[in-house]
């Protein structure tokens, strides 16, 4: 195991909630009279954590100076789930997944892994050498998520996406110009939905195993859409077809 600092009130608050045996001890900001932060010191007591008052020149330290809101928690990372830990997740009957072939900014990782929560997906899975991993802004820019939805690296992509099409998911890859809409494509059985990087789009191993490929429309003057945003999209048409339009 490793530790990392976590930073900012939206994290902290989720390794509190989902994984507070992780959490080894929270600073606080000296002087800090926002109530959030208070909250937060409150509950990591209450959790049985030790909370620390420190100048905020040592929540600078520990945080690379990104913007921690007065609050840091030491956390003890758990080991990445890899393929060997797939084979479980795939189980599920109406299994959705997030693959994310190569996206290595930060914030939109963070993002990605924030959609996939939000629509109940059951894993995100990244190439272990073209991903970013779980770093300290991939968290913040999570709020959170990065404690509740399973990250999976694997060791070859290609190889991972036969698998889980020989255990019955469906590989559907998002591509600009693909002639498909999105919106025609049956998501509501097991389903895995494949975004290529941010630059470059998916690699041809990873599009050649696609059983799909579909464009999402944009009758507007734009071509393309950031990453987490075609990742958000296509998740929740997903669960729009799996559970009807929300209200």
Not at 45 to 56: A, E, F, N, S
């Amino acid at each position: 195991m490793s530790e990392a600092w976590i930073v900012g009130i939206h994290p902290v608050e989720g390794a509190l909630a989902n994984d507070p045996s992780r959490v080894r001890e929270l600073l606080v900001e000296q002087g800090s009279h926002n109530p959030r932060v208070t909250g937060l010191a409150d509950e990591a007591k209450r959790l049985g954590v030790r909370v620390h008052v420190r100048p905020r020149a040592m929540l600078d330290k520990v945080s690379g100076h990104a913007r921690h809101q007065g609050v840091a928690a030491n956390y003890e990372v758990p080991a990445a789930k890899s393929e060997h830990d797939l084979a479980d997740l795939l189980d599920s009957d109406d299994g959705l997944f997030l693959v994310l072939d190569g996206v290595t900014d930060p914030h939109n990782l963070g993002a990605c892994l924030r959609s996939a929560a939000a629509a109940g997906a059951t894993a995100v899975i990244v190439p272990k050498d073209r991903a970013v991993g779980i770093t300290p802004v991939v968290r913040r820019a999570s709020a959170g998520a990065a404690d509740r939805i399973p990250l999976v690296e694997v060791t070859n992509l290609a190889r991972t996406l036969r698998d889980m099409k020989d255990a019955g998911v469906w590989l559907t890859g998002l591509a600009g110009e693909a002639q498909a809409s999105l919106f025609d494509i049956d998501l509501r059985s097991r389903t895995a939905l494949v975004m290529g990087s941010e630059g470059e789009g998916m690699r041809r191993l990873t599009r050649e195993a696609c059983d799909h490929l579909a464009r999402i429309p944009m009758p507007g003057a734009m071509e393309s859409l950031n990453v987490s945003v075609a990742a958000g999209i296509a998740l929740f048409e997903a669960v729009r077809q799996r559970k009807g339009a929300v209200r």
